[in-house]
Each structure stands twice: as C-alpha cells, then as structure tokens.
C-alpha cells in the first residue's frame, strides 16, 4: 500500500499555462507539507498544513495556491506557469508537526 | 551562507569501508533529521533527533547540541548504500524543515 502518493509522476506544460498536483496520504496523519527540489537538488519548503489549516506559507508566489479539502489530501495548483517552476516537487506528511515525515515520490514538472 | 552545511559534497567508498557525513547548523533547532534520496528520486526519512545518537542496524546518527553538529555513519558500506544523504534542521513556527544541500554517497564494489 502506498503511503503517501502524488499525480501525475511526470508533467511536462508550457509557460502561461495552470495545472494542479494532487498528494493524498493514507497514513492517518494530520500535517502535509509540500516541498520544491530544484535543478541543483537543494529542497525547500513551501507549504504546510495542519488538520487542514495553514501552518508555513514559505514565502512563495501567489500563483501557488495549496488546497486541502480534508486531512488526507493536499494539492498544489499553479497559474500562469514559468520556466522557473521547473523541478521536481515532493509531498510529505507527519503525524503533528514535529514528527518523521514520509515523502510522496516526487511530481517532475518541465515548464516550456 | 545556508543555514545548514554538509561535508563532504561528494563521497566515493569501497564496499565495506565506514563511512562519516557531517552536518553543522547555525540556528536554534527543535530536531535534527537525516533523509536518503535514492537514485531513482525517492526520499526516505533515516532519522530525526534532538539529542544523543540513534541506530538502525548499519546507520547511525548523532547530535550534539551545543556544538551544533551531527553526524551521519554507515558500517560496512555496500553499493546499496549509494545514495544523497540529505540533513535537515526542524526550526521555528511550524517547526519547518531547512535542508543542507545533501552529500552524495557512491560506494564502489
């Protein structure tokens, strides 16, 4: 059974245009996070909620906007994609906020 | 300069050999964790710790606070171990993770 998963894998769009990445979770937990590892590998926080309230806004443009419709969902929509958002963009979840996390296994994004 | 340092960037090993990664961090911290990136992309916790040292069975972690340093072992390495090892500091509101820029393991056969 898979933990904590993300669709799609692969998403490959071009500038201007908004898509949507989905992570659900069936571990039970109450925080999910969402994280961008760009080109060079380095990973940074952008968003994280708990029981389905914002906790971390990481300083990111608002054309990023996290929804979580229940405890077990949080997905991460774009407007108006740039070239920029290329990376590879990685859900996670823990039980509170101070705990282990597990990580969904990643949604490449490729903005042309 | 981040927050978070690692050392060595890149790390290549002969099977078997032990194997140390060090992380140095600046900031008041509310828990340390270490992830493993396979190859493949996937990220793995291997441990989050505030004090002292923890083990599973070929890795182990530990954390002095008042140094502000941890380090990441491995005994016995193998060719499976070959991976980013990631180390990330939990801090502030929300207690938000910040990561150092990794350490890349290649450990040769």
């Known amino acids: 059974d898979t933990a904590v998963s993300q669709t799609p894998k692969y998403l490959v769009t071009q500038m201007g245009n908004d898509k949507s990445i989905k992570c659900e979770q069936n571990?039970?937990?109450?925080?999910m996070y969402w994280y961008k590892q760009d080109s060079k590998k380095f990973l940074k926080i952008m968003f994280s909620?708990?029981?389905?309230?914002?906790?971390i806004n990481e300083t990111v443009p608002n054309r990023f906007s996290p929804k979580s419709p229940d405890k077990a969902h949080l997905n991460l929509h774009i407007n108006s994609l740039e070239l920029g958002d290329s990376a590879v963009y990685f859900c996670?979840?823990?039980?509170?906020?101070?705990?282990?996390?597990?990580f969904g296994p990643g949604t490449r994004l490729t903005v042309l | 300069k981040n927050e978070v340092e690692q050392s060595p960037q890149n790390l290549t090993a002969q099977e078997g050999e032990f194997i140390t990664i060090n992380c140095s961090y600046s900031?008041?911290?509310?828990?340390l964790h270490w992830l493993q990136q396979h190859p493949g992309g996937g990220i793995v916790s291997l441990f989050m710790?505030?004090?002292g040292k923890k083990k599973h069975g070929r890795l182990i972690a530990t954390i002095n606070i008042q140094e502000k340093h941890s380090s990441l072992h491995i005994t016995a390495s193998h060719p499976r171990d070959s991976a980013v090892y990631i180390c990330?500091?939990?801090?502030?509101?929300?207690?938000?993770?910040?990561f150092g820029a990794g350490t890349i393991l290649r450990v040769k056969s």
């Open positions: 996670a979840s823990s039980q509170e906020i101070s705990n282990e996390q597990f």
């Open positions: 571990l039970g937990h109450d925080t």
């Open positions: 909620y708990n029981n389905k309230e914002l906790i």
């Open positions: 900031v008041g911290i509310s828990a």
């Open positions: 710790l505030s004090s």
């Open positions: 990330a500091v939990q801090k502030g509101y929300g207690n938000k993770l910040v």
